[in-house]
């Protein structure tokens, strides 16, 4: 008794072969391997991975498998090619430090301070005097001139009237983040 022909399993009572016939849904991993029999790659199986739409396995078993993929170019994307050749997914972006400031018989001092890696886009600074003693206590700092790669320090005598101060080794905490 044979099977229906458009039935996913047949059996040909004449050979005594079972057949399948596999699914052309997007994501089906069923193929016929080299040996004629059905197989399912373990590679892309176990990690979840569908060939197709962005991601290409090739390889066996026995040589292993190279799973390639097309990164999405969405905006917030945070999957990213790393320096050094591989893919890592960028974490929140902070850079924090403090900057030694010194000058001489000032009222107003600016100083750049540039990011060790540069910004996907303008972050956030908040900034203060770390410790000081004397006139530093009347002086404030705040971040101007904010880009991706950098910041300016301005640091200012914060009353009336103006008093020239010389700073030495005054230290400025500061933490730049993209929210």
């Known amino acids: ?5 458009d039935a996913p ?13 596999t699914s052309a849904d997007p994501g089906n991993l069923v193929q016929q391997g080299s040996d004629g029999g059905v197989f399912v790659p373990t590679a892309g199986a176990s990690a979840g991975l569908l060939e197709g739409d962005g991601i290409d ?7 292993g498998y190279t799973i ?23 974490g929140r972006e902070i850079e924090q430090a403090v900057t030694t400031i010194n ?3 000032q009222t107003a001092w600016t100083q750049v301070v540039t990011f060790a890696v540069p910004f996907s886009s303008p972050p956030v600074v908040s900034i203060g005097i770390q410790s000081g003693a004397g006139p ?17 320090i301005f640091a200012y005598y914060g009353e009336l009237p103006l008093v020239a101060s010389t ?13």
């Open 1 to 5: 008794m044979g099977g229906r022909l």
């Open 9 to 21: 399993l047949t059996y040909d009572e004449t050979t005594g072969q079972l057949g399948v016939r």
């Open 57 to 63: 396995i090739t390889g066996d078993q026995t040589s």
């Open 68 to 90: 390639s993929a097309r990164i999405s170019a969405d905006p917030r994307n945070g999957l990213v090619l790393g320096s050094d050749g591989g893919l890592y997914v960028r």
């Open 103 to 105: 000058f001489t018989n």
């Open 136 to 152: 530093t206590a009347r002086w404030d700092v705040r971040a101007i001139n904010v880009t991706t790669t950098a910041f300016t």
């Open 167 to 179: 700073w030495s080794a005054i230290p400025v905490a500061w933490r730049a983040e993209v929210p």
